[in-house]
């Protein structure tokens, strides 16, 4: 069974800064394509950042600068340094894979249930 399980989401000052992890299983983690997307209210999901299975990283235009993503294959984890917050970073925050759960099968998208992040002006 595939799980994505974010933590690190919370309450934070505009300025301030939050990790956030994602914890993932029943994947190849090592070749997967990791990512975060969020979500505010009444807006839809949208990309915040990627990472392939080289390292090569993508970020959405509105964090670049201030938020980080990284990989741990050891241990099947991603995460998301975000720096500089802001009132409008204020949303669910999703973890994203495009994995396999064994070689030779097909990718497939999976999404966790999300963490909430939420900065104060």
């Known amino acids: 069974q595939v799980q994505l399980v974010e933590s690190g989401g919370g309450l934070v000052q505009a300025g301030g800064s939050l990790r956030l992890s994602c914890v993932a299983s029943?994947?190849?983690?090592?070749?997967?394509?990791m990512g975060w997307y969020r979500q505010s209210p009444g807006k839809q999901r949208e990309l915040v950042a990627t990472?392939?299975?080289?390292?090569?990283?993508n970020y959405a235009d509105a964090v670049k600068g201030r938020f980080t993503i990284s990989r741990d294959n050891v241990k099947n984890t991603q995460y998301l340094q975000m720096n500089s917050l802001e009132p409008g970073d204020t949303a669910v925050y999703y973890c994203?894979?495009?994995?396999?759960?064994?070689?030779?099968?097909?990718?497939?998208?999976?999404w966790g249930q999300g963490t909430r992040v939420t900065v104060s002006s």
């Open positions: 029943g994947i190849r983690f090592v070749s997967a394509t």
């Open positions: 990472i392939i299975r080289d390292g090569g990283t």
């Open positions: 994203y894979a495009n994995a396999q759960v064994e070689w030779a099968r097909p990718f497939t998208e999976y």
